[in-house]
Every structure is written in structure tokens, then in C-alpha cells.
């Protein structure tokens, strides 16, 4: 039986098609976004040099080893960056947009992510995912999560 005004087939509510995304209020105002997923980095490359010297620019991108790919994207374009964050846990449902710094990781671990309580079973994989986070140095955060946005300045 159906709980009156409970959607059975929707777990989150749906964001308007013109909501900002989640990495927006931390990027300057008037900046410009290169999605960078799926897409080769000459693309990208050519979509940056076409803009003037001094535009601030967002480059996101949610595949494997993004952050070495960002960056590498960054030098190449002549780009300047400003702050480097962690989407989490990806870009289809950012639940936390965490700057890749060593004490906003730390402080994301300890307070934000949190697991059950012990009155619930936690599964196995789960429970040890959760504490390898907690132990293992901060870079991996940032290593092993495939969203990232890179804030920058051309130059």
C-alpha cells in the first residue's frame, strides 16, 4: 500500500533544469564552464584559447585519473589555477563538493561522511571503505574520485 504524497518511484526531488550546479557558488562570478567529459583534450584546448587573457574558467571532468588529466589540461592551456574540487560521490548525484586540500579532506571524513550506527549491521566492503578513508592519507580522496572541477584563470 502507497503512503499518500510519498513518490515510491523517486528517492531524491528534482532539481530545476536551471539550478546551478553545486561547484558554482564556489567559482567567481561570470565564469566559464568546459565540460571536459567525454570529450578529447584538443577540444578542450581550442575552447580555452578562444577565450581572452584574464577569464576566469571552470574545467570539469569525471573520468579515471581526472585530477592528472585536469591538470595536464590546465598547463597545456595556459590556465592558472585557483582552487581544485572533489565532486562526491560523482557528478550524477554530487552529494558534497570538497576543496582538495589537506583540511577540507580531513574535516569531510570526520564530520560530513559518517557511516550507520552500531545498532545496524554494516556490510563488510562497506564498513571497510569508510575506515580506509578515515586512515589512508588524504591524496587518495582526491586521487581515487573521479569528479573534479578545477577553477582557473586564463592567462
Known amino acids: 500500500m502507497e503512503t499518500p504524497g510519498v513518490v515510491a518511484d523517486r528517492v531524491t526531488p528534482e532539481l530545476p533544469a ?3 550546479a553545486p561547484w558554482a557558488v564556489l567559482s567567481p562570478e561570470n565564469t566559464v564552464a568546459v565540460d571536459a567529459r567525454g570529450r578529447r583534450a584538443a577540444g578542450c584546448r581550442r575552447e580555452v584559447a578562444a577565450l581572452p587573457a584574464g ?3 571552470t ?8 585530477r592528472w588529466r585536469l591538470r595536464r589540461l590546465a598547463r597545456r592551456c595556459g590556465l592558472e589555477i585557483e582552487r581544485e574540487l572533489i565532486v562526491l560521490p560523482d557528478f550524477a548525484a554530487p552529494l558534497a563538493v ?3 586540500v589537506e583540511w577540507a579532506v580531513h574535516q569531510f571524513w570526520r564530520s560530513t561522511a559518517s557511516r550507520r550506527p552500531q545498532c ?3 556490510p563488510l566492503p562497506a564498513a571497510m571503505a569508510w575506515h580506509g578513508a578515515r586512515v589512508l592519507p588524504w591524496q587518495w580522496t582526491g586521487r581515487l574520485a573521479t569528479g573534479r572541477v578545477v577553477v582557473a584563470r586564463h592567462r
Not at 574545467?59 to 581526472?66: E, F, H
Request: hydrophobic share 45%.
Open 18 to 20: 536551471d539550478a546551478p
Open 55 to 57: 577569464t576566469w574558467v
Open 59 to 66: 574545467v570539469i571532468d569525471d573520468r579515471l585519473l581526472s
Open 98 to 100: 570538497v576543496e582538495d
Open 120 to 122: 545496524h549491521p554494516v
